[in-house]
């Protein structure tokens, strides 16, 4: 047995950080009660007034509130997680203790938290299926916890840090998580579009099934770009810069609206690609679909 005689701090700060944002994001997530009818609630629903400060918007009791907080902690936890392993890096101080941790962090809030809310946010659908949605969100954190072992035993030292073989589990969160804020925009009380309930309740319908196919995405072999590295590695040209920024921009303008589409997008970007190239450019393949 090799004992660890030493622990680089910075990253491990950062990778607990992430395992603490799925923590909360967990207990969040847990205040919403099991839906006792179809009817999916509001934001008038609780008429409570709170202390400012960050432990009173981790202590309400909203429903709405608390699902669209816990899918923001899991994309803070993104942030944490993206910082870790180029802290690491900076630092010269990459190690297996430090990859174990961060994909042991990575489970919690990438496979459990997500699962767990998945549940949580679509009341309609986990009134009327409930057996089914708990299936859904059980395979989803397996499929996490198969994922993030292989990358484990098949990464080495060598890698470029370009390219994902299968969804990443961060990537995976992120659908679930963007659409808990996009739930809460469509729910909240000041919300002015006319056909907010029945977008409300499509998406409640296909929501857990799109969970399935990300699920399986993770641990598919499909081709994924390291999204952060292709962004912001080396030198772009200007209209990608101009991209970006215009990315960020509707992110922070319309964050409920745009970060279903972006990550649900990237998502999905993996399969067409992969089946354009298989059934149209005839172009093969060298590892297989799973």
């Given at each position: 047995m ?8 910075l990253p491990t700060l950062f990778t ?15 205040r919403v009660?099991a839906?006792?009818?179809a ?5 008038s629903?609780?008429n ?7 432990f009173?918007l981790?202590?309400?009791q909203?429903?709405?509130?608390n699902?669209m907080?816990?899918?923001?902690l ?8 993206a910082?870790d392993?180029?802290?690491?890096r ?6 297996d ?13 990438f496979?459990v938290a997500?699962?767990?809310?998945l549940?949580?946010?679509?009341p ?12 859904i ?11 993030l072992?292989?990358f484990n035993?098949e990464s080495?030292e060598?890698d470029?840090h370009m ?14 998580a963007s659409f808990?804020?996009?739930f809460y ?5 000041t919300n ?9 309740a499509g998406i409640?319908r296909?929501?857990p099934f799109?969970?399935?196919v990300?699920?399986?995405l ?13 962004l ?5 040209s200007?209209g990608?810069?101009?991209g970006?920024l215009?990315?960020l921009g509707?992110v ?8 279903p589409?972006l990550?649900?997008g ?6 067409i690609?992969?089946g354009?190239?298989?059934w149209f ?5 060298d590892?297989p679909l799973?």
């Amino acid at each position: 047995m090799h004992r660890i005689r030493a622990v680089s701090v910075l990253p491990t700060l950062f990778t607990l950080g992430n395992l603490i944002c799925g923590f909360f994001a967990i207990v969040v997530a847990s205040r919403v009660g099991a839906p006792l009818s179809a009817e999916v609630p509001t934001t008038s629903a609780i008429n409570a007034v709170y202390e400012a400060g960050i432990f009173s918007l981790l202590d309400k009791q909203d429903p709405v509130h608390n699902c669209m907080l816990a899918g923001s902690l899991i994309f803070l936890a993104m942030i944490f997680d993206a910082l870790d392993g180029h802290v690491a890096r900076l630092a010269k101080s990459s190690s297996d203790f430090g990859a174990e941790l961060d994909s042991l962090c990575d489970l919690v809030t990438f496979g459990v938290a997500p699962a767990f809310l998945l549940v949580k946010m679509c009341p309609g659908f986990t009134f009327n299926h409930s057996k089914l949605v708990w299936i859904i969100a059980a395979t989803y954190a397996c499929c996490a916890a198969l994922r993030l072992a292989r990358f484990n035993v098949e990464s080495d030292e060598d890698d470029d840090h370009m390219g994902f073989s299968g969804l990443p589990s961060p990537a995976a969160a992120s659908v679930p998580a963007s659409f808990a804020i996009l739930f809460y925009a469509l729910r909240v009380d000041t919300n002015t579009l006319e056909h907010a309930p029945m977008i409300d309740a499509g998406i409640q319908r296909s929501l857990p099934f799109l969970a399935f196919v990300v699920a399986l995405l993770m641990v598919s072999r499909i081709p994924f770009p390291h999204v952060a590295n292709q962004l912001f590695r080396g030198q772009r040209s200007f209209g990608h810069v101009v991209g970006v920024l215009f990315a960020l921009g509707a992110v922070m303008v319309a964050p409920g609206y745009v970060l279903p589409l972006l990550c649900t997008g990237f998502a999905l970007s993996g399969p067409i690609r992969y089946g354009w190239q298989e059934w149209f450019q005839r172009k093969p393949h060298d590892e297989p679909l799973f």
